[in-house]
């Protein structure tokens, strides 16, 4: 079993900056690649950013992009993501996603090319 756990979550006024956390451990040994997805209250979750250790290839949802930086450690299978300019249109639960078993291609912006959820950390920016 593969456990996937967020941090760094909080309540911050617009401008601001957070930066979130995931650790994936457990019963894996490397991770393919990871990604970050949110979810607001009435809206389907969407693609936040993502990053493939193959290559080190990065994608980031135009929301985000300049704002929001994507990070890892392949060799501890962790990711960061540094928040910055956020936006009370940011506020969201923020989900960290991993793929432990391969895949030929992983589309980081599809969430079902991803094999292992965290709970969620919520992220609330005041205005």
């Known amino acids: 079993q593969v456990h996937v756990v967020e941090s760094g979550g909080g309540l911050v006024q617009a401008g601001g900056s957070l930066r979130l956390s995931c650790a994936a451990s457990?019963?894996?040994?490397?991770?393919?690649?990871m990604a970050w997805f949110r979810q607001a209250p009435g809206k389907e979750r969407e693609f936040v950013a993502g990053?493939?250790?193959?290559?080190?290839?990065?994608r980031y949802a135009d929301s985000v992009k300049g704002r929001f930086v994507i990070s890892g450690d392949n060799a501890k299978n962790m990711q960061y993501l540094q928040m910055n300019s956020l936006k009370p249109e940011d506020t969201a639960l923020y989900y960290c996603?991993?793929?432990?078993?391969?895949?030929?291609?992983?589309?980081?912006?599809?969430?079902?090319?991803?094999?292992?959820w965290g709970q969620g950390t919520q992220v609330t920016i005041s205005s």
């Open positions: 457990g019963r894996t040994r490397s991770t393919y690649a």
């Open positions: 990053i493939s250790w193959r290559g080190g290839l990065t």
């Open positions: 996603a991993a793929r432990v078993t391969p895949m030929s291609t992983i589309v980081l912006t599809n969430p079902a090319h991803f094999d292992s």
